[in-house]
Nanobody, 112 residues
């Protein structure tokens, strides 16, 4: 059974940074697509970025060059570095392994 555990969220002021982590067990990040998504209250889920072997996809509208996704195969983890955070980035951020497995998420709150 694939399990994902996110961490690194919190409360940060506008302009600040956070680094989210997604630790995967029961499956390998290598050879699979791992994606970060976010969902704000009352809004639909939004794709942020994904990483796979040799490919990185980003939602330019969401990331706008401020977010960077990376992967550490040795730690079987995927990270999302978020810089220049804005209040509109406030959401529950979660990672997905393929299309079926997702974690509980980590809350990011950006104050103005």
């Amino acid at each position: 059974q694939v399990q994902l555990v996110e961490s690194g969220g919190g409360l940060v002021q506008s302009g600040g940074s956070l680094r989210l982590s997604c630790v995967v067990t029961g499956g390998s990040v290598s050879g699979n697509v791992i994606g970060w998504y976010r969902q704000a209250p009352g809004k639909e889920r939004e794709f942020v970025a994904s990483i796979s072997d040799g490919a990185i996809r980003e939602n330019s509208a969401a990331a706008k060059g401020r977010f960077t996704i990376t992967r550490d195969n040795a730690k079987n983890s995927v990270y999302l570095q978020m810089d220049s955070l804005k209040p509109e980035d406030t959401a529950l951020y979660y990672c997905m392994f393929g299309v079926y497995y997702r974690g509980q998420g980590t809350q990011v709150t950006v104050s103005s």
